[in-house]
T-cell receptor, first 113, second 111 residues
Framework: EAGVVQSPRYKIIEKKQPVAFWCNPISGHNTLYWYLQNLGQGPELLIRYENEEAVDDSQLPKDRFSAERLKGVDSTLKIQPAELGDSAVYLC???????????FGPGTRLTVT | QKEVEQNSGPLSVPEGAIASLNCTYSDRGSQSFFWYRQYSGKSPELIMFIYSNGDKEDGRFTAQLNKASQYVSLLIRDSQPSDSATYLCAFFSGGYQKVTFGIGTKLQVIP
């Protein structure tokens, strides 16, 4: 069974530029998560989807971040415009049902210069 | 009070010893508990989950949950250098409907 797929793996952009990350969850997993992880910290939830619905986006900075999960499968997270403080690893995870055993993708390491 | 407390370490143990990693949480509504292993530069990998009080064993790993004390631990027996990583504890809160992660404990197994 294929795991969670993310792309790109690395991205370097200048501040004020836009950037997008893509995630394809494990087949059949209805719940998809986007996390942000800074060095030395645990993952912090940005948004959680149940199928197509964003059920928890309370920690998503909506002035610059947006996300979508069309058709309830893969998802895109966008930042526009990027700021220096957005440099971090962006992780996508998925789970099946309500047990919340989450499986992570490899992540995208974003560097904003 | 932080939702989850973990000692960031590093915790150093000699090869072959038992490594004991601990985590406390504040939300009494927590229902599910997880341990993730994260190697440097890699993403977290789920290694254990536990839902009921008591012990759960899987190979060299044992997860222990005490809901009354709001405490979860991970024991790694016969520690190997390949176990050197950061171990993240996490819990699912039924009240908040979300999973919260600790900052992780860095484990170093010395050959």
């Amino acid at each position: 069974e294929a795991g969670v797929v993310q792309s790109p793996r690395y991205k370097i952009i200048e501040k004020k530029q836009p950037v997008a990350f893509w995630c394809n969850p494990i087949s059949g997993h209805n719940t998809l998560y986007w996390y942000l992880q800074n060095l030395g910290q645990g993952p912090e939830l940005l948004i959680r989807y149940e199928n197509e619905e964003a059920v928890d986006d309370s920690q998503l900075p909506k002035d610059r971040f947006s996300a979508e999960r069309l058709k309830g499968v893969d998802s895109t997270l966008k930042i526009q415009p990027a700021e220096l403080g957005d440099s971090a690893v962006y992780l996508c995870a998925s789970s099946l049902g309500e047990r919340n055993e989450q499986y992570f993708g490899p992540g995208t390491r974003l560097t904003v210069t | 009070q932080k939702e989850v407390e973990q000692n960031s370490g590093p915790l150093s143990v000699p090869e072959g010893a038992i490594a004991s990693l601990n985590c406390t949480y504040s939300d009494r509504g927590s229902q599910s508990f997880f341990w993730y292993r994260q190697y440097s530069g890699k993403s977290p990998e789920l290694i254990m989950f536990i839902y009921s009080n008591g012990d759960k064993e899987d190979g060299r790993f044992t997860a222990q949950l005490n809901k009354a004390s709001q405490y979860v631990s991970l024991l790694i027996r016969d520690s190997q250098p390949s176990d050197s990583a950061t171990y993240l504890c996490a819990f699912f809160s039924g009240g908040y409907q979300k999973v919260t992660f600790g900052i992780g404990t860095k484990l170093q197994v010395i050959p």
